[in-house]
């Protein structure tokens, strides 16, 4: 065991700290981390290779399981993006309800991050404090979509179904309440002088280094940089928004803890101007697909098992031979799609760009050096969520 | 030690001797089946603190309010497969969850519960063979985290091991002043000295001692803010991450009973013991009637209360950190405690 200087250390998969089945394989020397390789995979479910057989309707539900602490965001994301892609128009009801459920996703993958961020240097009660409040936010899905947790309750072209007064009710109720619930979290680490000991000048990393990344979010905004893809190519209701964008001044562990404080009380200035502002109208756009969207005309697919042709229906061509990209700001960054079609209703190759994937890949910038109790300050800071970075 | 009275203790006649053999089997008999019981249910007062802390219940389902889980996880963890790591070192692996717990039960020969309850009575060094006790049980730590053969396990021991050492001094250190003051090591004379003053609590005198000393205490117990050697975001477990069932139980016994030990030892020297002071006393005769064994625990359980609380609320050092804060702060602080109590002392 002791044969070389360095102890080499197998940080997860199985791990409490790794947020899921993120493994880090870490050169100790003593308690300091030499090297850090991060190694990902553990949760690949192929959900882009999936995505590929599925017609755009059909798909939406494998976003839920991207990220499934904001599954409303990646719903929102790929409908905007197949929008976009098939030149659809939600109606503007829509688009202010998906900007609600966009922020409130944002304050629950929030939630759930300063819980487990806290929780995971020492700091107990606030997850079970934060986990309380996201219930909240969770019984508000239900009260909108019956669903908890995969929601799918955007749709292409609008949502699924729509808001009533009862909803519009909870929600002034949640945004008023909640601000006080903020200020119990910071209460218990804001100031307190071992939660600052251990995120300030922990984890740092340049302005310059987090564009070249690929760093997005509040990962990003720690570090100073102003990019928010909310402000920098608006969808959904956004452009008639008045919010800022937090950013960081310090790029350590500290500063974006503090953006994403702020971000909380962003969403919920957002949420209530989407609240005062919600227009009449219908929620689903004429033109949008149904469900049970024709696939249209075969695939050819050379060498494929299944042959060389894959089963479809002849139909009027509706989806353009196109390649787009387009992305919306989840909570944990920039998520983009990425489609190539063929002019079938399915994607000929579909590719996500999580925010977890890139931020993942910036874990030994951040570690090597420091100690091994930083590692989890650093996970904890760049909010990753396996799901997302696996796929 | 002192020789005369370890004699004394076994007396001329062998009736005798017996006799007093027995008492103190007896005596010992007690005070590790109460301690045990408090063990088990600090546990359950610490799930439920923590619990109404953090806006759950805590347990509820085993018996009124969950006051029999203790026995219902005694139970389970009775029950469990013992597993050796195959790669381990047996014959170790075994002997070290022996010894941390023998280790801190030993100490609590010298702890005064009430009046003339100690076990070991005239032990004229009880202050120091407290010390070397909690010392002692570092090597449990030590040899579970070596002969686990697991990597984790050997950080959480090496850890340990760093952090016992430096906070022993300063937890030593900062006791000092009791022993200036008081004059004597001997538990029971410390509390009779502060029964000499009016105040009866050498944390009157002593805060900024005590102070320190509770911080020490949550180091040696590995509680919460430094309990690194356990962290269970970095090192899941710490050092008895290869431990199962009953060897697990053991440690985990071991630090409780550590806890109540160092509440033990807080109460006793700056508290008073199973005293009140003169002061309240005169003021409130009547509370004479009650036990002094009720005023000692009840001091014991609001600082094992503290224990939970400070847990449910701070985060966790990092490892510079506590080195730095054990020997640049903590050891400096103790020594100039001792100077200008020695030097009140001598003026006074």
Known sequence: ?391 | MDISSFYGFLGTDTTDFILRMIIMVAKIAVVIVIALLHVAYSTWFERKIIGHMQIRLGPMRVGYHGLLQPFADFVKLFFKEDIIPSSGDRPVFQLAPMIALFATISSLAVIPFFNDFVIAKNMNVGLLYLFAMSSLSAYGIILAGWSSNSKYAFLGGLRSSAQVISYEIALALSLVGIMVLSGSLNLVEIIEAQQKHWYGMYVVVQFPAYILFLICAFAETNRTPFDLPEAESELVAGYFVEYSGMRFSLFFMAEYIAMIIMSCIAVTCFWGGWTLPPVVMKALPFLAVVPGLVWFLLKVYCHLFLFYWVRATVPRFRYDHLMSLGWKVLIPLALANIVITSIVKFLF
């Not at chain 1, 850090?36 to 690949?44: D, E, K």
């Not at chain 1, 995969?150 to 292409?156: G, N």
């Not at chain 1, 930083?374 to 696996?390: F, K, S």
């Open chain 1, 1 to 391: 065991m002791l044969k070389k200087k360095e102890l080499s250390i197998n940080m997860g998969p199985q791990h409490p700290a790794t947020h899921g089945v993120l493994r880090l394989v870490l050169e100790l020397d003593g308690e300091t981390v030499v090297k850090c390789t991060p190694h990902v995979g553990y949760l690949h479910r192929g959900t882009e290779k999936l995505g590929e057989n599925r017609t755009y309707p059909m798909a939406l539900p494998l976003t839920d399981r991207l990220d499934y602490v904001s599954s409303m965001s990646n719903n929102i994301g790929y409908c905007v993006a197949v929008e976009r892609l098939l030149g659809i128009e939600a109606p503007a009801r829509a688009k202010y309800i998906r900007t609600i459920m966009a922020e409130l996703t944002r304050i629950a993958n929030h939630i759930v991050w300063i819980a487990t961020h806290a929780l995971d240097i020492g700091a107990m009660t606030v997850f079970l404090y934060s986990m309380r409040d996201r219930e909240w936010i969770l019984d508000l899905y239900e009260m909108v979509c019956g669903a908890r947790l995969t929601v799918t309750y955007p749709r292409i072209g609008g949502v699924r179904c729509d808001i009533d007064q009862e909803f519009m009710d909870s929600c002034y109720k949640f945004i008023e309440d909640f601000p006080k619930r903020i200020e119990e979290y910071e209460t218990l680490i804001d100031q307190n002088r071992i939660w600052l000991q251990r995120t300030v000048g922990v984890g740092i990393i340049s302005a310059a280094d987090a564009i070249n990344w690929g760093l997005t979010g509040p990962t990003l905004r720690g570090s100073g940089v102003a990019y928010d893809v909310r402000k920098a190519a608006p969808y959904d209701a956004y452009d008639q928004i008045d919010f800022e964008v937090p950013v960081g001044k310090n790029c350590d562990v500290y500063d974006r803890y503090r953006c994403r404080m702020d971000e909380f009380r962003q969403s919920i200035s957002i949420i209530k101007q989407c609240l005062d502002k919600m227009p009449d109208g219908l929620v689903l756009a004429s033109e949008a697909p149904p469900y049970d969207m024709p696939i249209g005309k075969p695939r050819v697919m050379p060498g494929h098992p299944m042959g060389e042709i894959l089963p479809g229906e002849l139909v009027e061509e509706k989806v353009p031979f196109d390649e787009l990209y387009s992305a919306t700001e989840v909570p944990k960054g920039e998520l983009g799609f990425y489609f190539v079609n063929d002019g079938t209703a399915r994607p000929y190759r579909m590719r996500i760009r999580a925010p977890s994937f890139v931020h993942a890949s910036v874990l030994p910038k951040l570690c090597e050096g420091s100690l091994v109790a930083d590692v989890i300050a650093n996970i904890g800071t760049i909010d990753i969520v396996l799901g997302e970075c696996d796929r």
